[in-house]
């Protein structure tokens, strides 16, 4: 809202510069025309016009000043608006990051128990046939990685939520 102010009133003023600007030309017109064809030794039209020049070369320069003034606000204005898009944009994306990591770390759990569970039951019948043993001790491996992956990737997403948020890393392009 504020910004919307700003910018509509560095509008006002951009329109009231240009206003000033034309005032001045017009002086600066008037004068020159007065140089040319009237009479040079009137002292007091001279210094109305040098007045009239004076007066509109002020009100540009104030109006100027005031334009550059509100242009660094509205800048400052925009980067506080981007800074809190950019923060809000982040802490969305670490939310995500992290609900992503407690899912992927509840899936590996349950891979973890199941492939243990029917390793563990084809251990115990692995006298029986060859491929339950080789089954079983594939599994067991399975399970090895899935419980390094456990440890792992969870983890690693969660640091990586907290650098998103804190800026540290970009936010993931999904």
Known sequence: MALTKLRSRHLTLNER???????LDQARADQQRYFFESDIIDN???AKLESAVDAATLRLSSL????TALAAQIA????????????EERQAA?????????????????????????GENLVAIRHLTFQAREFGH??????????VALD?????????AKAV???????PIA
């Open 76 to 87: 400052d204005a925009e980067r506080t608006v981007a800074a809190e898009t950019e923060r």
């Open 17 to 23: 510069k240009a206003e000033a600007q034309s005032a």
């Open 94 to 118: 670490a939310k995500d990051i992290l609900t992503t990591a407690d899912a992927i770390q509840e899936r590996l759990e349950a891979l973890l128990r199941e492939s243990r569970s029917v």
């Open 44 to 46: 007091g039209a001279i």
């Open 64 to 67: 100027s000043d005031a334009c």
């Open 165 to 171: 948020e804190l800026g540290e890393e970009q936010i």
């Open 138 to 147: 594939y599994l067991d491996g399975v399970a090895t990685r899935l419980g």
């Open 152 to 160: 792992v990737v969870p983890s690693q997403l969660r640091g990586l």
